[in-house]
């Protein structure tokens, strides 16, 4: 079966430094991962996503991610974090035919001014 | 514009009362979920319907029910039988299956008191 793990459940970063969250999944095949941002009160919005080809995929808001399959890994990263960035932030994984993805539990960003 | 919506944006029920969640689309997507959300636990899949008048349990569907009679429309219900009923309702809706991203609506929270 499918997992993810976000090691993480809070992190705190000051406005302007550079930002890095941690996923990890257990999957046989290629996985179909995904990030997502949830605003407080709100359902969450697709950042990004990973099917196939380039191991690093770009997002809005200015936030890419590296899918590393020897590390089962798919972190996502910000160069400069902004005081908007303050959210709870999933990772996902899903597979061919099946219907429903795994998701984490999620890393709340914190942004110190 | 094409989106989901759930109405309405907070719910107040006495214990004992069964209360139906909406969740409405219109993205032309065959699949739909619900889940639970409570704070620091992440997202949990209540149901999911891959294509109408089919639907399966997620991974906490005692005290709940649902129905895909429409393909826009997957309401919730929350029964009497639900012990801990007051949390943050989300509906999603994706293409396909899970290789595809979810598409969130704004959530319901429910009160039971």
């Known amino acids: 079966a499918q997992s993810v793990t976000q090691p993480d459940i809070h992190i705190t970063v000051s406005e302007g430094a550079s930002l890095e969250l941690r996923c990890n999944y257990s999957y046989g095949a290629t996985p179909y991962l995904f990030w997502y941002v949830q605003s407080p009160g709100q359902g969450l919005q697709l950042l990004l996503k990973y099917f196939s080809g380039d191991t690093l995929v770009q997002g809005i808001k200015g936030f890419e991610a590296e899918f590393k399959r020897s590390q089962s890994s798919f972190n996502l990263r910000k160069p400069s974090v902004h005081w908007s960035d303050a959210a709870e932030y999933f990772c996902a994984v899903g597979e061919k035919n099946a219907g429903k993805s795994t998701f984490g539990d999620g890393t709340t960003l914190t942004v110190k001014p | 514009d094409g989106g989901i919506t759930q109405s309405p944006k907070y719910l107040f029920r006495k214990e004992g009362q069964n209360v139906t969640l909406s969740c409405e689309q219109n993205l032309n997507h065959d699949a739909m979920y619900w889940y639970r959300q409570d704070p620091g636990q992440g997202l949990r899949l209540i149901y999911y319907?891959?294509?109408?008048?089919?639907?399966q349990k997620g991974d906490i569907a005692e005290g709940y029910s649902v129905s895909r009679e429409k393909k826009e429309s997957f309401p919730l219900t929350v029964t009497s039988a639900q012990k801990n009923p007051t949390a943050f309702y989300l509906c999603?809706?994706?293409?396909?299956?899970?290789?595809?991203?979810?598409?969130f609506g704004p959530g319901t929270r429910l009160t039971v008191t």
């Open positions: 999603a809706s994706s293409i396909e299956d899970s290789t595809y991203e979810q598409y």
């Open positions: 319907s891959q294509i109408v008048n089919d639907f």
